[in-house]
């Protein structure tokens, strides 16, 4: 058969699908962006980050209000509509503060919780759409409500539980705290919890200076600390980082036991799964249909 100058031979064809196929397999098996691939990443000294050593806090709330007064949330009020009564982290509610008493129950302790803004975060690695993101400049973890679709995956993804959903509203949002990116720091160098914590119980800076100043911490009063900062590797490492006492551990303040390495990197591993064995597929059946449509055209 003699062969025109707009006729492909099989040749150039199979040629043209399977050159397609490779850069498509060659992408969708790019290795995982992971941050965390070991146990434990080293995040850049210029990051943010929060220290709260719950040895001196009062459990006064100046951190909540100051909070809601940041970001304009909504009290949650009681039956007689005078107080704030939010006992947990809610769509209205950024920060907290808790009791805990340690397992003998003869001491307590407060806690603040909040965000911990993950140094490789599980939200980020699970959505598919990229609302949740860490700000590469300043390691805070933020939500972009153009791009969110509602999925919650973020909200399952969380080892601390902390996202949440406006269940209530026809247009609801995936609140959680952002250290007051988008609201007090700009303006003011600090957050507002920290900046009105009138016990000196909440330190907002640089990361690695906090994790510094908690080792030192322990080191001056081996007697008061419990040997450990939490956040310093659990998770693949967090911005916000606690100091407790021996009488209380960790677990008796809430806070879960989880290994070093991130759950980024579980999530992902999965994501990338899917795409190494689905994508190929598609794409090249997509492929074919625009040549096969592409010839018959011409």
């Not at 005078?82 to 003998?104: F, G, H, N, P, Q």
């Not at 590469?136 to 969380?158: N, P």
């Amino acid at each position: 058969m003699k062969e025109g100058k707009n006729v492909e031979t099989r040749r150039d064809f199979l040629k043209k699908l399977f050159t397609g196929a490779a850069s498509v397999a060659a992408v969708t098996t790019f290795p995982s962006l992971s941050l965390a691939k070991t146990k434990y990443y080293y995040p850049p000294d210029y990051w943010y980050g929060m220290l709260y050593d719950s040895t001196k806090c009062i459990g006064c709330k100046s951190c909540v209000v100051a909070c809601k007064k940041a970001n304009n949330l909504p009290p949650e009020l009681d039956e007689y509509r005078i107080y704030d009564e939010a006992t947990d982290l809610t769509a209205s509610t950024k920060t907290i503060i808790k009791v805990y008493r340690s397992e003998k129950g003869d001491v307590s302790s407060f806690v603040k919780r909040q965000c911990m803004h993950c140094v490789d975060p599980a939200c980020v690695s699970a959505c598919p759409v990229s609302a949740m993101n860490k700000d590469e400049k300043t390691g805070i973890v933020y939500w972009r409500g153009d791009r969110c679709i509602g999925c919650r995956y973020c909200m399952i993804a969380c080892p601390f539980e902390v996202p949440k959903f406006e269940w209530g509203k026809a247009f609801p949002k995936i609140v959680k705290c952002d250290l007051c990116l988008s609201s007090y720091l700009p303006k003011n160098g600090i957050t507002a919890c920290a900046d009105v914590c009138p016990a000196g119980a909440i330190i907002f800076g640089y990361r690695n200076e906090l994790l510094e100043e908690a080792k030192t911490r322990i080191k001056r009063n081996p007697d008061k600390y419990l040997p450990h900062v939490y956040g310093e590797k659990e998770g693949g490492g967090t911005g916000v980082l606690y100091l407790t006492s021996k009488a209380v551990s960790f677990r008796n303040l809430g806070f879960p036991a989880i290994p070093d390495e991130s759950p980024a990197a579980y999530s992902e591993s999965i994501h990338h799964g899917i795409y190494r064995t689905l994508a190929p597929p598609f794409l090249t059946v997509g492929a074919l249909y625009f040549l096969l449509k592409r010839n018959n055209k011409e």
